[in-house]
């Protein structure tokens, strides 16, 4: 089944060309079946990049994937056009005002790793969109910032400044071979690192209801799954083009910031060489296996999302 995406959203082109199945809101309504809905809480200044990379992932399942692209309410992007803003996203407080639950949710990166939490300017309303996964969503991703945010707000687990960005492709175990994320996982994958930051692997160890799947004796826990909170949080970027990593060392090398060549990147780690792609189906498999367990376990009738048991907190079976 393909992903329903807004006909005039730029995603709906690009992943058109690349033969990924989109269908328009007039195909949508004459299927006789429940599409997953799938948040995008998208903090990242390149709005447009990143709903192409998260489009591609979510919309490569046999599943159909409604898409809703959420922003923060008061926080004004500098990076995409006020009209693709508005007419494409909805503010978090709309989104709480009407009551929708969602299957899944993204939360995306931020580039603000360098400021502690409390000093970010929509922290309060963060905390919120938290707390509110706990009653409104089925399963909640959050990826690079946005996962450490969340492991530090259910569980006090910290991010610490690195004395130089860990930058480029680093190979990650399987940990956890049997867990329903890793499915057709190898024992180990190379997934795009690009933050001046980390949190600790004894850390995470220390707090009993996390579990790590994926983990790097170079740049640490990558991947964890908080089953409590029906979350998991991965720290890199397997959502990341082929370019991504290229066009931020370009970037800096063209400021003149401090910047190594990333790792294990380019060919012979020369930048000259075109980078090569060696994560693209691991993602594909992260993403799809996310997707078809939310499908196992989502309640049909969506007002069912979030109604717990009372004994462990978990969503009531179906």
């Given at each position: ?251 800096d090398v063209a400021a003149g910031s401090a910047i190594n060549v990333p790792m294990n990147y380019y060919p012979d780690d020369d930048p000259t060489n075109d980078p090569q792609n060696r994560w693209r189906s691991h993602a594909h498999l992260l993403y799809g296996n996310w997707i078809n367990q939310i499908y ?23």
């Amino acid at each position: 089944m393909p992903i329903k995406l807004p006909a005039d959203l730029p995603a709906y082109d690009v992943l058109s060309r690349e033969g990924v199945m989109v269908m328009s809101d007039d195909r949508a309504t004459r299927q006789d079946i429940r599409p997953l809905k799938i948040g995008l809480l998208n903090l990242m200044p390149k709005k447009i990049q990143t709903e192409n990379q998260f489009a591609r992932l979510i919309g490569a399942t046999p599943l159909q994937i409604e898409l809703t692209l959420i922003r923060m309410s008061d926080h004004k992007t500098r990076n995409t056009a006020a009209e693709h803003m508005a007419s494409f996203y909805r503010p978090f407080s709309d989104v709480l005002a009407s009551g929708d639950k969602f299957d899944g949710l993204i939360i995306t990166g931020a580039p603000i790793e360098h400021l502690p939490f409390d000093d970010v300017d929509y922290w309060g309303e963060l905390k919120q969109i938290f707390d509110w996964t706990q009653t409104h969503v089925q399963s909640t991703f959050g990826v690079c910032w946005g996962g450490m945010a969340m492991i530090n707000y259910f569980h006090g687990v910290k991010k610490y400044m690195l004395d130089h960005k860990a930058f480029g492709c680093f190979r990650h175990q399987n940990r956890a071979p049997a867990s329903p994320y890793l499915r057709g996982f190898s024992d180990d994958c190379v997934i795009p690192v690009s933050r001046w930051t980390e949190i600790h692997q004894a850390e995470v160890d220390a707090v009993p209801a996390l579990t790590t799947l994926l983990g790097s004796e170079e740049v640490g826990p990558c991947l964890v799954e908080d089953p409590g909170h029906r979350a998991l949080y991965i720290f890199n970027h397997f959502e990341y083009d082929s370019g991504t990593l290229k066009e931020e060392y370009d970037r800096d090398v063209a400021a003149g910031s401090a910047i190594n060549v990333p790792m294990n990147y380019y060919p012979d780690d020369d930048p000259t060489n075109d980078p090569q792609n060696r994560w693209r189906s691991h993602a594909h498999l992260l993403y799809g296996n996310w997707i078809n367990q939310i499908y196992q376990t989502t309640p049909f009738d969506m007002a069912d999302i979030g109604i717990k048991d009372g004994s462990d907190g978990r969503v009531k079976p179906q």
